[in-house]
């Protein structure tokens, strides 16, 4: 069995953002009795015991947390890679400067567009001159930085402004990813899903654009994978590589998972090593033995592994389908029709923005 590489900590899914496109569950409220300073230190020992290297740090909005200063130093003393992935409200410089001293490796900040009133109206508060600001504190103190940019319909016609945004702040990395429909993206996803034309107008100058910074900036470009043939291997494979912790302690194979209907598990139950190696949620859906056909007889089993398990579920009721996206899926129909409906005539479709917390709007 393989030992996993990353751990994403999600350490609160409150946010002062409501973008549409948040994968966060829609439960929120089932994730109000956060893990404490202590379980999460003792989460991070117990995810290095099991080999974990790189942890991302994120929400929701990490910051919110006022220990994530020490959840960073813990890391630290730990030896693991850590990441802050943040939508940058609350990284003033004070608290900047003690993430820096903690040994915070590596900040993600979010944008929602390259100018501030679209941005403000996606991320539904004026955020974007600070998220500025945030990027270049990052740089001043030496951190890496990462642009994260969640593409959808009303802003993929940006990707060359976004660019020019990304290396006028001088960002490592940029990740242009378009939506997974996910949590509140999946309830917007008629809203949400680009067109072809629009794709077709993205491709070439996210295409010139990393001809041209090559060496520079490196730049991520993720499909919407309802227009590819094969699926993405999603979190390369089921419990092969990565785990998540959810606010409450709830561990997933995935961030999604938690819609699935498996039997829960939890941090404050089991220790990680049980959880990763034994766990029947974990072992639902590793390897190969579980798949059906089309995939159990397909050469990509083991580059795909049958595709997303919680976009089977969504878009079938049943998880343990060929992920939908392939189109060598009985159930292609349910992506095409998607599909059909963001090709067709233009409507214009009300997004329902996430809460910043449970109960809260
Ligand atoms: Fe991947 Fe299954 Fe499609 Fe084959 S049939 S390409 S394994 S999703
Ligand atoms: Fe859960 Fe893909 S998001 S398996």
């Not at 900590?9 to 109000?32: F, I, K, Q």
């Not at 990462?146 to 319909?153: A, C, E, P, S, Y």
């Not at 397909?298 to 089977?312: H, L, Y």
């Not at 579920?313 to 095409?336: E, K, M, N, W």
Request: hydrophobic share 40%.
């Amino acid at each position: 069995m393989n030992r996993p590489f990353g751990l994403l900590a999600e350490l609160t899914y409150r946010c002062p953002l409501s973008c549409a496109y948040c994968s966060n569950p829609v439960t929120l409220a089932e994730y109000g009795d956060e893990l404490t300073t202590a379980e999460w230190c003792r989460v991070f020992e117990q995810a290095q015991e099991l080999g974990v290297l790189q942890l991302h740090l994120s929400g929701g909005e990490p910051l919110l947390r006022r220990d994530v200063v020490e959840l960073a130093a813990t890391a630290r003393e730990l030896g693991m890679y850590s990441n802050l992935v943040t939508s940058a409200l609350g990284l003033d410089r004070r608290r900047a400067e003690r993430l820096r001293a903690a040994g915070l490796d590596h900040v993600q900040v979010s944008v929602q567009a390259d100018e501030q009133e679209m941005s403000d109206r996606i991320a539904g508060t004026r955020s974007f001159d600070r998220k500025i600001e945030a990027c270049r504190l990052v740089k001043e103190l030496g951190w890496p930085l990462t642009l994260n940019v969640v593409l959808h319909r009303q802003n993929i016609h940006r990707v060359g402004d976004l660019l020019a945004l990304a290396e006028e702040l001088d960002a490592d990395r940029i990740e242009l990813a378009n939506t997974q429909y996910y949590g509140w993206a999946w309830r917007n996803r008629d809203a949400l899903l680009p067109s072809r034309a629009q794709l077709a107008e993205a491709e070439p100058v996210v295409s010139a654009a990393r001809a041209r910074l090559a060496g520079r900036m490196e730049v991520v470009y993720v499909l919407p994978d309802y227009y590819s043939r094969y699926p993405k291997p999603c979190m390369g494979g089921w419990a092969e590589r990565q785990l998540t912790v959810a606010p409450n302690g709830d561990v997933l194979p995935c961030p999604a998972a938690q819609s699935l209907p498996l039997p829960r598990a939890s941090v404050r139950e089991d220790p990680l090593e049980r959880i990763w190696t034994s766990s029947p949620l974990f072992e639902s859906y590793r390897g190969t033995d579980w798949m059906p056909d089309p995939c159990r007889g397909c050469d990509r089993r083991e580059i795909d592994f049958g595709g997303c398990r919680c976009q089977a579920f969504q878009l079938t009721g049943d998880a343990g389908r060929t992920d939908p996206v392939c189109h060598l899926s009985p159930d292609h129909h349910l992506v095409d029709e998607a599909v059909r409906v963001a090709n067709g005539e233009p409507v214009e479709l009300e997004l329902v923005p996430r809460p910043h917390r449970a109960g809260a709007s």
